[in-house]
């Protein structure tokens, strides 16, 4: 009796076992890769376990990103790399199987371990939601300077209808991919200083570089052109906030 409930718990065991390993295989084989371009990029940058580090100028406010989901945080380092020339630290941090839902909290490792008196924190559609939550539970936090959502919008849990800094929200126009009745519901969960701004041609998956996405439209300006006009509108909105 012993023997055979050992087997069934093995046979249950090996099961689960592999159901897993599918699961992985499936996840690291959907996962959009960055591009040629965005990898260069990211070779510049340091690494630390994961993270991808642009140094700016230690006395402006960091930049902290979450990634979109099944979206190699590499794909971003384009606009980071510019952002980054222009004094502003930017962090790219990897979530584990590059979902921002199960990294919501990386954010507070990379400020406690790099000694950030301040920062600004957004993230490119799921990404942006999980940003939120984390910045609604740190909105007395005097170190939070803004929040931005890059193709995305906070829900309930991310709440920042009472957040005094500043907050910005990019879209794209040919967005294929963001749903826009949950992206107008998510502004009742945004404060009246909000600065609501559209890049005129860029879709979803120009917010960051690695290639066409599933359900996207296409874009009706360069990857190029989309990168410099994310970057130009964070730094603008950074400056504003300094």
């Known amino acids: 009796?012993?023997?055979?409930?050992?087997?069934?718990?093995?046979?249950?065991?090996?099961?689960?076992?592999?159901?897993?390993?599918?699961?992985?295989?499936?996840?690291?084989?959907?996962?959009?890769?960055?591009?040629?371009?965005?990898?260069?990029?990211?070779?510049?940058?340091?690494?630390?376990?994961?993270?991808?580090?642009?140094?700016?100028?230690?006395?402006?406010?960091?930049?902290?990103?979450?990634?979109?989901?099944?979206?190699?945080?590499?794909?971003?380092?384009?606009?980071?790399?510019?952002?980054?020339?222009?004094?502003?630290?930017?962090?790219?941090?990897?979530?584990?199987?590059n979902l921002a839902i199960l990294g919501e909290n990386n954010a507070e490792k990379i400020i406690k371990e790099n000694h950030i008196k301040k920062y600004v924190i957004g993230g490119h559609s799921l990404g942006g939601v999980m940003a939120s939550r984390f910045a609604a539970e740190h909105l007395t936090d005097q170190s939070l300077d803004g929040v931005f959502f890059l193709a995305s919008y906070p829900e309930a849990k991310g709440d920042l209808s009472a957040f005094k800094g500043g907050v910005l929200s990019l879209t794209g126009s040919q967005d294929g991919v963001l749903n826009r009745k949950s992206y107008d519901k998510g502004k009742a969960f945004l404060p009246e200083q909000t600065i609501y701004t559209e890049i005129n041609g860029g879709n979803h998956a120009g917010f960051g570089s690695y290639g066409e996405q599933k359900g996207d439209n296409p874009a009706e300006i360069s990857n190029e052109e989309q990168q410099a006009a994310i970057a130009d509108q964070l730094v603008h909105w950074l400056q504003q906030l300094d």
């Open 1 to 97: 009796m012993k023997q055979k409930l050992r087997r069934i718990l093995l046979i249950v065991l090996g099961i689960i076992i592999g159901l897993a390993a599918i699961g992985i295989f499936y996840i690291r084989t959907q996962t959009y890769q960055p591009t040629t371009q965005a990898q260069a990029s990211a070779e510049q940058a340091k690494s630390l376990d994961g993270t991808l580090v642009f140094k700016g100028k230690s006395e402006q406010p960091a930049v902290i990103f979450y990634q979109g989901a099944l979206v190699d945080n590499a794909s971003y380092s384009l606009w980071a790399e510019k952002i980054a020339e222009k004094g502003y630290t930017v962090y790219l941090p990897k979530a584990p199987f």
